[in-house]
């Protein structure tokens, strides 16, 4: 479990005890950093002036690690809702390090995840989530299954919304043949 800057507040506040925290601490004060070291939590310093995000480097520290599966809380919206690192935090799922493991974001409604041809992947979203199928760095060619608005090799073409909010039928199945597919699984919207 790694938190990352601030985030190890945040992870202290859910209970799940960290292994590591990673950052250049400027959203961690110095005193909850000790804190955090004194209770065995190794710290992975890096300097504010630096050429990839906090998150970044906590995704490589796993993957270092010999994580086989990365689950990155929280990571959409933070930095004071700034969308330049929200953009770069999703643009990590395209991390060639993240395309190794499985990797996934977080946040309060949903899970995200980079989809790379060839591939076919099986949800567990319930009947009337939200799904959303974003194509990344250009087109991609899909199948779909146990959608609202299934897709038989058809191009989703990138700068066009025609994927966004697809319902699920209960266990969506998911093919990309060609191209990069954001997958995106939301709650249910009658919730």
Do not use: Y
């Not at 041809?117 to 939200?130: I, L, N, T, Y």
């Not at 060619?141 to 697809?166: A, D, F, I, K, M």
């Not at 093919?175 to 919207?189: F, K, N, T, Y």
């Amino acid at each position: 479990m790694i938190g990352v800057d601030g985030g190890a507040r945040a992870a202290a506040a859910l209970g799940l005890a960290l292994d590591l925290i990673v950052g250049d601490f400027d959203t961690l004060r110095a005193d909850e950093v000790d804190a955090l070291e004194a209770q065995g939590v190794r710290v992975l310093r890096s300097p504010h002036d630096k050429d990839a995000t906090d998150t970044e480097l906590a995704l490589i520290a796993a993957c270092d690690a010999g994580a086989v599966r990365a689950e990155i809380l929280g990571a959409l919206g933070a930095s004071g809702g700034r969308s330049d690192h929200s953009l770069g935090t999703i643009a990590l799922l395209a991390h060639p390090r993240a395309r190794a493991i499985d990797c996934s974001l977080l946040d309060a409604t949903s899970r995200t995840r980079l989809l790379t041809a060839p591939a076919r992947f099986a949800s567990d979203c319930a009947a009337g989530a939200v799904l959303s199928l974003i194509p990344w760095g250009g087109g991609a060619l899909v199948s779909t299954e146990r959608l609202r608005w299934p897709l038989q090799r058809e191009r989703l073409h990138e700068g066009s919304t025609r994927g966004l909010s697809n319902e699920s039928l209960g266990a969506p199945f998911i093919e990309v043949h060609e191209g990069a597919l954001l997958v995106s699984e939301g709650p249910d919207p009658r919730a």
